[in-house]
């Protein structure tokens, strides 16, 4: 997700955009929010989820529900950004293509330099160590 979140903002030049992510056993699930705060990416818990086995539990299942939703509008609002910066620089990309020679280029198209990512997990009681991701 660290990954994912490093694309996302290299994408759409926005660092003050986090991932909300779910993790789920069975019914039994969290909702973690994860950031870039001076240049680390921190997990933050946000809520536990739990789906209803039996109707008896619906009433507990609104807060769950309400999360659910918050979560889908942003990754709704989060998508639609990463959208209009993919067509704008397809439009730029588009232009300089236009107006380069017609000579084909022959040397590979290069992959963007990606630099390791550093997490730290939070909260716990023990001592926060860097976990380094490539």
């Known amino acids: 997700n660290a990954t994912i979140l490093n694309d996302y903002i290299s994408l759409t030049k926005d660092a003050t955009r986090g991932c909300v992510y ?23 818990y946000i809520a536990p989820l739990h789906l209803p086995l039996s109707l008896i539990e619906l009433d507990e299942f609104r807060s769950d529900l309400t999360f659910l939703y918050k979560w889908r509008n942003y990754l709704t609002e989060s998508s639609q950004l990463a959208k209009l910066r993919l067509v704008q620089s397809k439009k730029k990309y588009d232009a300089i293509s236009i107006s380069s020679p017609t000579t084909p280029n022959i040397s590979p198209n290069r992959s963007p330099l990606l630099l390791p990512v550093d997490v730290y997990f939070s ?12």
Do not use: C, I, N, R
Request: aromatic letters at 14%; zero cysteines.
């Open 22 to 44: 779910m993790d789920w056993s069975g019914p039994l699930g969290y909702m973690v929010g994860l950031f870039k705060f001076q240049d680390v990416y921190v997990v933050h």
């Open 123 to 134: 909260p716990s009681k023990t001592e926060k160590k860097a976990k380094t991701l490539h």
